[in-house]
């Protein structure tokens, strides 16, 4: 029901073997899906060009100018090296679970729509054989059968024009004379109308209830979360963007924002002189990390951004976060990166030293 075709950003080369694969499904296309894999190792501008490139070579072992649906993301659990494009990488990635959810509906769509067409062409031909029966004289029929068959395209339009099909319902013309010059049209067996009066029915009633009756149970399983593919890569976790004092680099939002309710929620129980913490007050909390004074003094110089010597709720916040950071075994920076400043200090921020 799909085939997935997976490209590195960082090595789009196609090998022999692979072309011959791709060209070998090519009949394929509507199945095939390509995805663009690895994508945040570069920058927006090689990107655009790593995705010209591929485009390209594409629409060349295809033979199609319109290329399959292409997924560009970071489709692996490391932490992304450019993440400026994080936000396209996530709604690519849901896209692409998207339409893997959608699978066993398709699937059902596509076996319908095949069901019609097979309906569709035993009707039209069971008429061609029918007509060209009744159009069979007692004698000459060879010479009948001939004629018929140089003008079957006037018995194409007959037939369209007397039961309202479209053109594009009939067989190729060309494939149809040759198979008919095999046969004893006199042979042909009669046309059984309640048969194709069933055939009406089921076009015109059947099919349509089934499809209305598609979306609605579609909705419900959304609603319900019934049939829904989960567990594995269908869980939804946030993409990874650096770790340590790295997390959260391209990010809009402030990192430390996370968990910044429970920074608040012990903040809010220090004593604060003008909504601020004294040094004092900030040592006794941060202590009870156990990290060494060295660490401490390091992460107060990095917290205190406006270096007045106390801490608002943001630097405090900013203090816990890089006490979270060491604890979990990453280094501490020596300088407080541009994506860590709190953003009410951000215009205008400078990093001081500590003494």
Same mark, same amino acid.
């Given at each position: 029901?799909?085939?997935?075709?997976? +490209?590195?950003?960082?090595?789009?080369?196609?090998?022999?073997? +692979?072309?011959?694969?791709?060209?070998?499904?090519?009949?394929?296309?509507?199945?095939?899906?390509?995805?663009?894999?690895?994508?945040?190792?570069?920058?927006?501008?090689?990107?655009? #060009?790593?995705?010209?490139?591929? %485009?390209?070579?594409?629409?060349?072992? =295809?033979?199609?100018?319109?290329?399959?649906?292409?997924?560009?993301?970071?489709?692996?659990?490391?932490?992304?090296?450019?993440?400026?494009?994080?936000?396209?990488?996530?709604?690519?990635?849901? /896209?692409?679970?998207?339409?893997?959810?959608?699978?066993?509906?398709?699937?059902?769509?596509?076996?319908?729509?095949?069901?019609?067409? #097979?309906?569709?062409?035993?009707?039209?031909?069971?008429?061609?054989?029918? @007509?060209?029966?009744?159009? %069979?004289?007692?004698?000459?029929?060879?010479?009948?059968?001939?004629?018929?068959?140089?003008?079957?395209?006037?018995?194409?339009?007959?037939?369209?024009?007397?039961?309202?099909?479209?053109?594009?319902?009939?067989? /190729?013309?060309?494939?149809?004379?040759?198979?008919?010059?095999? +046969?004893?049209?006199?042979?042909?067996?009669?046309?059984?109308?309640? =048969?194709?009066?069933?055939?009406?029915? %089921?076009?015109?009633?059947?099919?349509?209830?089934?499809?209305?009756?598609?979306? #609605?149970?579609?909705?419900?399983?959304?609603?319900?979360?019934?049939?829904?593919?989960?567990?594995?890569?269908?869980?939804?976790?946030? %993409?990874?963007?650096?770790?340590?004092?790295?997390?959260?680099?391209?990010?809009?939002?402030?990192?430390?924002? #996370?968990?910044?309710?429970?920074?608040?929620?012990?903040?809010?129980?220090?004593?604060?002189? /003008?909504?601020?913490?004294?040094?004092?007050?900030?040592?006794?909390?941060?202590?009870?990390?156990?990290?060494?004074?060295?660490?401490?003094?390091?992460?107060?110089?990095?917290?205190?951004?406006?270096?007045?010597?106390? =801490?608002?709720?943001?630097?405090?916040?900013?203090?816990?976060?890089?006490?979270?950071?060491?604890?979990?075994? @990453?280094?501490?920076?020596?300088?407080?990166?541009?994506?860590?400043?709190?953003?009410?200090?951000?215009?205008?921020?400078?990093?001081?030293? +500590?003494?």
């Amino acid at each position: 029901d799909r085939i997935i075709l997976l +490209f590195d950003a960082h090595k789009l080369d196609i090998s022999d073997e +692979f072309k011959s694969a791709i060209q070998a499904i090519r009949k394929n296309e509507d199945k095939i899906r390509i995805v663009l894999n690895k994508a945040d190792m570069m920058n927006h501008q090689q990107l655009m #060009r790593v995705y010209g490139a591929l %485009m390209w070579s594409l629409a060349r072992i =295809l033979g199609n100018p319109e290329v399959s649906r292409v997924y560009v993301g970071s489709f692996w659990n490391q932490p992304l090296q450019y993440a400026a494009n994080r936000d396209l990488f996530e709604m690519e990635q849901d /896209d692409l679970f998207a339409d893997l959810q959608e699978l066993p509906r398709n699937a059902t769509v596509r076996r319908l729509n095949d069901l019609i067409k #097979r309906a569709t062409w035993a009707k039209v031909n069971a008429l061609i054989i029918s @007509h060209l029966k009744c159009q %069979m004289p007692m004698l000459g029929k060879d010479g009948k059968k001939k004629d018929l068959i140089k003008k079957l395209d006037e018995v194409y339009k007959k037939i369209q024009d007397e039961h309202n099909i479209p053109a594009a319902d009939f067989p /190729d013309i060309d494939n149809m004379r040759e198979k008919l010059k095999k +046969f004893d049209f006199s042979k042909f067996p009669v046309l059984h109308k309640e =048969l194709i009066a069933k055939v009406d029915k %089921m076009l015109a009633e059947d099919i349509p209830r089934l499809m209305s009756l598609m979306p #609605r149970e579609q909705m419900d399983k959304k609603l319900g979360g019934i049939g829904m593919i989960k567990g594995g890569v269908f869980t939804k976790l946030a %993409m990874p963007v650096g770790t340590g004092a790295d997390e959260g680099v391209g990010e809009r939002d402030w990192i430390v924002n #996370r968990d910044k309710v429970k920074y608040d929620n012990v903040y809010n129980t220090l004593e604060q002189v /003008d909504g601020k913490i004294t040094g004092r007050v900030a040592r006794e909390e941060l202590i009870k990390s156990k990290l060494p004074s060295k660490e401490l003094g390091k992460i107060w110089r990095l917290a205190d951004v406006d270096h007045d010597g106390l =801490l608002d709720d943001e630097e405090f916040a900013l203090a816990m976060h890089l006490i979270k950071v060491k604890t979990e075994g @990453h280094q501490i920076p020596e300088e407080l990166p541009a994506h860590l400043i709190p953003p009410s200090h951000r215009d205008g921020a400078q990093q001081n030293g +500590f003494e």
